[in-house]
Structures are given as C-alpha cells and as structure tokens.
C-alpha cells in the first residue's frame, strides 16, 4: 500500500525557472493539502482541495498554484521560484466520510532555490 | 485562527525516563489531535489520533490524552529510548476549517 506518494525527493532550481510538484494517493481520500515546512517551524497550509475540482487557499498560496483533476493527484505548480520558496514540502490526505479520520503524509519534497 | 503551542521546544533526557510532551491550542472547538514524529530529513509519521469525543489514546508506550475544554493536549512517552529521539508535532483539526493547525514541535534526545 503505497499511502501518499511526492516526486521528486529533491530539487534544486534557479530563480525564475518554474516546476510542478507531484503528489498522488491510492486510498481514494477526498481531501488532499500542500504543507511547506521552514526551519524551526511548523507546517503551514498552502492550498488544499475537498475534492476532484474544488481547491483553496490556505496559509500562505502566494508564488504557488494548484489543481485537481481526479481524486487521486494533487500536483502544486511553482511559477517564477524565488529563494523564499526554499523549503521542504509535504502532502497529505484524509478522508472525511466517515468523520474526523487520520491525516496521512508524504516524505516530503526537499526545494532549494539558488 | 487556531494557535497551536508546543512547550518545550527541546528537550534532552537518560534512557530510562518518563516523559511528557505538550500541546496547547487556542479554539477548543476541535474535531481532532494528532501526534506526529518526525525523524531530520524525513516525512511525518502519525502516532496517535485523538478524536474530539475522546479524552486520551494509547499505543504501546505513548499515551495521549486531549482535554478540550482547556485547550490541551500531552503525549506521554514511558521508558524512553534513544530509538524516540526525534521531532514531535502536534497538529489540531478545527471545526471551522478543512486543514490540521500545527505547532512547531519539541525536538526530543533521549541519551544512552
């Protein structure tokens, strides 16, 4: 069962190139979020979405753009990356159906923009 | 906008040691609390799952306990060792939104 799966692992990008993040689940979970994660800090919200379609702003969406398709993939497009991208990022799924159920997390995606 | 606070930032303890863990957060109008470990340069693994009707959840030696009219939360690590050292995060589920609020975690050392 592979749960939630991002590529790439790693990534290294120059100011202004553009990149798409991937992500995909395989447990038919309706929701699906974009954390970032800083040094020191707590995972804040980027975008999430409630379902093939639907997405949202969460925390902090600026620089970034999403979109879902089908239930299962979730990528988060970087447009013009700046060193203020530099971060790791993680998605995450959960499924609501059956109420307050357990979020589950990918490895992350490591980014460094130079 | 719900705040999540994890005191203390870090801690270091001998193997052996009981220890706890805590989670405060501001809106007690929660659906659920989860508890996270997370190892440098790794993703997140969940580790307890309390929902908002429940007061505590235990799984081998962690034990979690949520009283939401407080606002708090504590994981309770017994017989600690250095295998737990890691990073703990405590993330809460709000009624009025889709995503899990953060804290920014205790980073834990447990010593031979």
């Known amino acids: 069962n592979a749960g939630v799966t991002q590529t790439p692992k790693f990534r290294i990008l120059k100011i202004g190139q553009s990149m798409t993040l991937q992500c995909a689940q395989d447990?038919?979970?309706?929701?699906m979020y974009w954390y970032r994660q800083d040094p020191g800090m707590g995972l804040k919200l980027i975008y999430y979405?409630?379902?093939?379609?639907?997405?949202d702003k969460g925390e902090v969406p600026n620089g970034y753009n999403v979109s879902r398709s089908t239930t299962e993939d979730f990528p988060l497009r970087l447009e013009l990356a700046a060193p203020s991208q530099t971060s790791v990022y993680f998605c995450?799924?959960?499924?609501?159906?059956?109420?307050?159920?357990?979020?589950?997390f990918g490895q992350g995606t490591r980014l460094t923009v130079v | 906008k719900q705040e999540v606070t994890q005191i203390p930032a870090a801690l270091s303890v001998p193997e052996g040691e009981n220890l706890v863990l805590n989670c405060s957060f501001t809106?007690?109008?929660?659906?659920?609390l989860q508890w996270f470990r997370q190892d440098p340069g790794k993703g997140l693994t969940s580790l307890l799952l309390?929902?908002?009707?429940?007061r505590e959840q235990t799984s081998g030696r962690l034990n979690a306990s949520l009283d939401k009219s407080s606002g708090r939360s504590t994981l309770y690590i017994a017989a600690s060792q250095p295998g737990d050292s890691a990073t703990y995060l405590c993330?809460?589920?709000?009624?009025?939104?889709?995503?899990?609020?953060f804290g920014k975690g205790t980073s834990l050392l447990v010593t031979p």
């Open positions: 995450a799924s959960r499924d609501p159906g059956q109420g307050a159920t357990e979020a589950f």
């Open positions: 447990m038919n979970h309706n929701y």
């Open positions: 979405s409630v379902g093939a379609g639907i997405t």
């Open positions: 809106d007690s109008a929660i659906y659920n």
């Open positions: 309390i929902q908002s009707s429940q």
């Open positions: 993330a809460v589920g709000s009624n009025s939104g889709y995503a899990l609020n």
